[in-house]
């Protein structure tokens, strides 16, 4: 009850834009939580809301995207609202020369919330400027800004894990992966500190460490090696997350081959198993077993050659990811419908929940 009273009073809070996770304290994000959890029974086979009618989104992803376009897109649409065609460079004006820069603005004329990914760092946040000097009634989400941040991933990975251990706080993090570039990696971490007793200890493969602006007091990194040693000598009342991620080759490829992109597919999976290989660089069903049993596995997705299927698709209880990915969708419909201020309306949703809406 008292959540849902915080949710109606905290709402959106009257932020123009999400653009980092740093922007939002404990406290919205526990209301954002609250309302996903309310959304999740609506978000089923067959259902759909009204609180969203009349209310646009536009996605514009520079990049490719597989669960955040379409799970953005679900959740417009179980809130009763509707989306435009994604943006595709080739259909659009861009294809005749137009700037990216006119195209959000474009956008922004027809659309509620722009939902966007770029390859670049701060590009979603450089969008909002040119918004922000115009009247015009479009909000902006980061998708994903270059190697920088993922504020909405996170958001449900901190919802996943909170529904599993009901407690953000006293948590140990293991990130293992490409902690350079991974921009989920960052946004959980900055998501991670606004709870209590957070240790974060990063397992780098090879160079891909955190960067340094993302390394406070709570944090360590070893060696990706030490990660079976470490796991053993946790303590097993711990509650552990392993945050597993792929390398993010796209963001290294220049440095790999200067012509990386124009290699055949073949070979380039194959430079990146020999890369991969000079790494003991997978989650395997025996070391999840050492973990202590509090312990869970999450994964933004897609994977590559750090979880094979045979775990990804066990039933095993400590593998999360798709439970994870369905929860994207019940919290990005809490992320809008607090954007478009229906607080009121989502708690009124709540059984038992008309004593506090009348008040
Ligand atoms: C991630 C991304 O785009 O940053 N994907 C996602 O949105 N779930 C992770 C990745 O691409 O590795």
Do not use: C
């Amino acid at each position: 009850m008292n959540i849902l009273l915080k949710m109606v009073q905290i709402g959106w809070r009257g932020h123009r834009h999400l653009l980092s996770i740093d922007d939002f304290s404990r406290e919205e994000f526990e209301t954002i939580f609250a309302t996903a959890d309310i959304l999740h029974t609506y978000s089923g086979e067959g259902k759909q809301l009204d609180l969203l009618k009349g209310f646009i989104l536009k996605p514009v992803f520079f990049e490719p995207s597989s669960r955040t376009q379409n799970s953005f897109e679900a959740a417009m649409l179980a809130m009763g609202g509707s989306t435009l065609s994604p943006h595709s460079n080739s259909t659009s004006s861009m294809e005749k020369g137009e700037t990216q820069a006119d195209t959000i603005i474009t956008n922004a004329q027809y659309a509620d919330f722009l939902v966007i990914r770029h390859p670049q760092k701060n590009s979603v946040r450089n969008f909002t400027k040119l918004l922000d000097g115009q009247t015009n009634r479009a909000k902006i989400i980061n998708a994903g800004d270059g190697p920088n941040e993922h504020p909405t991933q996170a958001l449900m990975d901190l919802h996943t894990i909170f529904k599993k251990f009901n407690t953000l706080d006293n948590l140990t993090f293991l990130l293992v992966g490409d902690l350079k570039y991974g921009r989920t990696v960052h946004s959980l971490t900055l998501g991670a500190r606004k709870f209590n007793n957070t240790k974060i200890v990063g397992f780098p493969v090879g160079n891909l460490k955190l960067p340094n602006a993302l390394r406070k007091n709570d944090y360590s990194e070893l060696d990706l090696g030490q990660l079976p040693k470490f796991i053993k000598d946790l303590n097993p009342n711990s509650k552990t997350v392993i945050y597993a991620t792929r390398i993010q080759w796209e963001r290294m490829a220049k440095k790999i081959h200067k012509d990386f992109d124009k290699l055949d597919s073949s070979i380039k999976n194959q430079i990146k198993r020999e890369i991969v290989s000079q790494f003991n660089y997978k989650i395997s069903k025996e070391l999840l077993d050492s973990t202590p049993s509090q312990t869970i596995l999450l994964h933004p997705l897609p994977k590559g050659e750090e979880i094979n299927d045979e775990l990804f698709y066990s039933n095993n209880p400590k593998v999360v990811p798709i439970e994870q990915m369905r929860y994207g969708l019940s919290v990005r419909m809490a992320i809008l419908g607090l954007f478009a201020g229906k607080e009121k309306e989502i708690s009124t949703l709540y059984n038992g929940l008309s004593d506090i809406s009348s008040n």
